[in-house]
T-cell receptor
Framework: GAVVSQHPSRVICKSGTSVKIECRSLDFQATTMFWYRQFPKQSLMLMATSNEGSKATYEQGVEKDKFLINHASLTLSTLTVTSAHPEDSSFYIC???????????FGPGTRLTVL | GQSLEQPSEVTAVEGAIVQINCTYQTSGFYGLSWYQQHDGGAPTFLSYNALDGLEETGRFSSFLSRSDSYGYLLLQELQMKDSASYFCAELSGSARQLTFGSGTQLTVLP
């Protein structure tokens, strides 16, 4: 099966700083990747669709200037949380479709804690 | 709008059979997926139904009725390791996005 990695797996930062999370498709190319956020005991909420070579598409209510997405290559998408605040603390997960586009493979997630 | 409803919790004993239901309301619907997520982990793909009927994969089966906007995940011969959260997710839209249900926490008791 397809493998998606994320880095870092865990990050703790101070309020006001920016954090970059990388999502890589290791053995396949992904023109589209998806970024989700999950708060404890809640479901995954789609934040944005990352498109290789073009602008990301953000879901309603997600601030595009706060959550910067760059999909610079067919195997890498990055999410930068700018000026992070404690309420941004969450589990961030990326995914990419592979093979039949109906199946998405998820990265292991990044747990962000903003102090 | 898009929304999926599933029970919040289900409890069963080892060896039993459990059915987790999911109802959805959406336009642009392509199919229904099921994912398993253990605490602290990433979602793992279990199954996908695009057409009406039953899909079987080992101990897990998934069913879809498009006319009823309804599906279910059936877990047989439950094992302790099956204790996890299970999400139904609909595939829709031009980008084939997944919209997740609220999740069902399954607890398997010895």
């Amino acid at each position: 099966g397809a493998v998606v990695s994320q880095h870092p797996s865990r990050v703790i930062c101070k309020s006001g700083t920016s954090v970059k999370i990388e999502c890589r498709s290791l053995d396949f190319q992904a023109t589209t990747m998806f970024w989700y956020r999950q708060f404890p005991k809640q479901s995954l909420m789609l934040m944005a669709t990352s498109n290789e070579g073009s602008k990301a598409t953000y879901e309603q209510g997600v601030e595009k200037d706060k959550f910067l997405i760059n999909h610079a290559s067919l195997t890498l998408s990055t999410l930068t949380v700018t000026s992070a605040h404690p309420e941004d603390s969450s589990f961030y997960i990326c995914s990419a479709p592979w093979g039949q586009i109906t199946t998405q493979y998820f990265g292991p997630g990044t747990r962000l804690t903003v102090l | 709008g898009q929304s999926l409803e599933q029970p919040s919790e289900v409890t069963a004993v080892e060896g039993a059979i459990v059915q987790i239901n999911c109802t959805y309301q959406t336009s642009g619907f392509y199919g229904l997926s099921w994912y398993q997520q253990h605490d602290g982990g990433a979602p793992t793909f279990l199954s996908y139904n695009a057409l009406d009927g039953l899909e079987e994969t080992g101990r897990f089966s998934s069913f879809l009725s498009r006319s009823d906007s309804y599906g279910y995940l059936l877990l047989q011969e439950l094992q302790m390791k099956d204790s996890a959260s299970y999400f139904c997710a609909e595939l829709s839209g031009s980008a084939r996005q997944l919209t997740f249900g609220s999740g069902t926490q399954l607890t398997v008791l010895p």
